[in-house]
């Protein structure tokens, strides 16, 4: 996929997104867009932040190393993969936001390694919401306690919720799905925990973004409608 290909999927999902806001009444410039870039090689990465995506985002610690060395952070790096607790003192020097924390050891750790660095780390926390046994994330029940917990932790700077919705073809599948992810992010609003300002919800793929938009999403992950399928 050439340069100018990656562009116009750009600016086509850009439409796409200003349409499902205003169908729900939202503002357009409330919803980021997010290219993934896992797989994809430094050419094509260059051309999607050149044509003006928001963000970044990436699945593996190492594989982003080597990426942001190559590029440079004018446009912010974020990471939405699993995060093992080794790798927590890459990510806090790497990433502008981290998308997956879903358990007390690793908010711990990062906890840990940020307060080394001086620094302070925005994160999500990552829900199972559709309670798949194959997808990440903590499990609705425990998701207050982690927030609680979160919060305490003085280097993390809680943002908001992530979820990935159960794959399906037909995208109203994944509606009830992020608009529980709302409803949550509501829910730990509404305990006024300190320090913590739940502003952000990453939700919506390639396959069932424009419903996430119309349900509130303010990150918006895309990789395929951008690069084409992954090799
Ligand atoms: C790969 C991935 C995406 C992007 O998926 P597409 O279907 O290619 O848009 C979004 N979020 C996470 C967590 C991913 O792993």
Redesign the pocket.
Known sequence: MDHEEIRRNIERIRGEIAAAAARAGRDPAAVRLMA?T?TVDDERIRAAIEAGVDMI?E?YVQEARRKIEAMGRDVPWHL??HLQTNKAKYAVRLFEMIHSVDRPEVAKELDRRAAALGRSVKVLIEVNVSGEATKRGVAPQDLVPLARLVSTLPSLSLRGLMT?APWSEDPETARPYFAALRRRRDEIAALNLPGVVMEELSMG???DYTVAVEEGATIV?????IFGE?G
Do not use: F, H, L
Not at 221 to 225: D, V
């Open positions: 993934v896992k985002g699945n939405i993969g990935m793929m390639t396959d992950r895309i990789g395929r409608a992954r």
